[in-house]
T-cell receptor, first 112, second 114 residues
Framework: EPEVTQTPSHQVTQMGQEVILRCVPISNHLYFYWYRQILGQKVEFLVS????????KSEIFDDQFSVERPDGSNFTLKIRSTKLEDSAMYFC??????????FGQGTRLTVV | KQEVTQIPAALSVPEGENLVLNCSFTDSAIYNLQWFRQDPGKGLTSLLLIQSSQREQTSGRLNASLDKSSGRSTLYIAASQPGDSATYLCAVTYSGGGADGLTFGKGTHLIIQP
């Protein structure tokens, strides 16, 4: 069964460093998303991406964040200068013609 | 700002019981509603999607209903099993076309006692 895959599963980084979280969405999907979940809190929408550009972004998605689809399969989230409060689980999701979102297993980002 | 609320926050029941999880949303103009399951430290598994024109969806022992006018959805789990223990999340979206992200509730943490 097709699935969304994310790498790495866990990333530890020092405050101020840049991190890139990687996702391979389901192959024939058109819409791509990043969400985050701070420990004990709700899953929060960060950004949606369609047709090689950002469709929507939340207030959380500030200038420190960027997304890219560098080739036909990968979808990345970059955080330029990590802060302690960026520590969270980051989920990638994709959606095809049917409006059902499929999520990856997440990357746990720990900023120290 | 759209809010999604899930009640109860936690629920513990003996194996075999039928149970209902509740979700409410502040703006009834939703496009669709999706129920997910999240196991500890894991990703989200889609359980059921209800589009705004539908009133319910069923998958195996799960049945989800949607009442847009009252801003409510329920997830009914029949004949619960220990393997159903997880956090159940409700999420809504307010436009089609994939541009809009999902707005999530905080979830109901469900424990099924063997």
């Amino acid at each position: 069964e097709p699935e969304v895959t994310q790498t790495p599963s866990h990333q530890v980084t020092q405050m101020g460093q840049e991190v890139i979280l990687r996702c391979v969405p389901i192959s024939n999907h058109l819409y791509f998303y990043w969400y985050r979940q701070i420990l004990g809190q709700k899953v929060e929408f960060l950004v949606s991406f369609y047709n090689n550009e950002i469709s929507e972004k939340s207030e959380i998605f500030d200038d420190q964040f960027s997304v890219e689809r560098p080739d036909g399969s990968n979808f990345t989230l970059k955080i330029r200068s990590t802060k302690l409060e960026d520590s969270a689980m980051y989920f990638c999701a994709s959606e095809g013609q049917a409006p059902e979102a499929f999520f990856g297993q997440g990357t746990r980002l720990t900023v120290v | 700002k759209q809010e999604v609320t899930q009640i109860p926050a936690a629920l513990s029941v003996p194996e075999g019981e039928n149970l209902v999880l509740n979700c409410s949303f502040t703006d009834s103009a939703i496009y669709n509603l999706q129920w997910f399951r999240q196991d500890p430290g894991k990703g989200l598994t889609s359980l059921l999607l209800i589009q705004s024109s539908q009133r319910e969806q069923t998958s195996g022992r799960l049945n989800a209903s949607l009442d847009k006018s009252s801003g409510r959805s329920t997830l009914y789990i029949a004949a619960s099993q220990p393997g159903d223990s997880a956090t159940y999340l409700c999420a809504v979206t307010y436009s089609g076309g994939g541009a809009d992200g999902l707005t999530f509730g905080k979830g109901t943490h469900l424990i099924i006692q063997p």
